[in-house]
């Protein structure tokens, strides 16, 4: 395939399985990273790297040159500026056909104004949409691969009354169905909702995980107010981020609905049982 794909944020918790999926499906990869040694380590010897920051637009421009199309993964806090960044070069640079795959959220929605990530997501969206350069969206459902931020210290918890159920997706599903979207015409200018093969509640989700992988630990919920009393006391921003995000998700906001994108890149298939045996 002679394709070229820069993956923005590629050595991160998304971009990473983004990146080598890629690659095993014979596209070629330029990643954007600020530590070459550790995405060289992740990544191997395959991909092309290049180094600096994504908040820069010369590092930008330098890094967009002769792809076929982008990923954009990098924190959400700066998902709206890469988004706009990107599209604008492009733009600017007459290359409209260069496909830009960006990861939004499930609960992405206008009814779900008000908690920041969404805030960002939806602005993100929106300037993908308005460009004029292609774009595909991909409205993940919470993946699998994150029940792992649950556990600390010996401990399962989960923060805030969780009583809505959520499709759980794999991280090598959703890789895929990147992978797909820049593989398919047909999947230019549209937003996918990608949820995995069961509904489950977060609570029954992470005690699978830790039946499998933590034997012994009880998964357990713990009120907003004392997550934040504990990240107060740890004085951890991640910790805080975290907590935050679960007193959102605590209050069950509206997702989106499934739109037929297994017709187009492919159904997500692996189950929570198969990815605890990976």
Known sequence: MDKKILVIGAAGFVGAPVAKQLLADGFAVRVLVRNADKARQLLGDKVEIVTGSFEDKATLEKALADVSGVNISVPWQSEFQVARDVSEILAKQGRKNVRISYISGTTALPENRGYAMIDQKLKAEDVLKNSGVEYTILRPSWFM??????????????????????????????????????????????????????????????????????????????????????????????????????????????????????????????????????
Request: aromatic share 10%.
């Open 145 to 278: 691969d994150a029940l792992a931020l649950f556990v600390r210290d010996g401990r399962a918890t989960v923060f805030g009354k969780q009583t809505q159920s959520y499709y759980f997706l794999s991280l090598a599903d959703f890789a895929r169905a990147v992978s797909k979207a820049h593989q398919t015409e047909s999947a230019a200018n549209k937003t996918f909702v990608l949820n995995g093969p069961k509904s489950m509640l977060m609570t029954d989700a992470l005690q699978q995980y830790c039946d499998a992988r933590h034997p012994g630990v009880k998964a357990a919920s713990m009120p907003i107010w004392f997550g934040k009393i504990l990240a107060m006391m740890m004085k951890s921003p991640p910790m805080k981020d975290f907590v935050q995000m679960m007193a959102y998700f605590e209050k069950s906001p509206k997702v989106s609905q499934p739109n037929g994108a297994e017709s187009i890149l492919g159904a997500p298939s692996m189950t929570m049982s198969d990815w605890l045996k990976n």
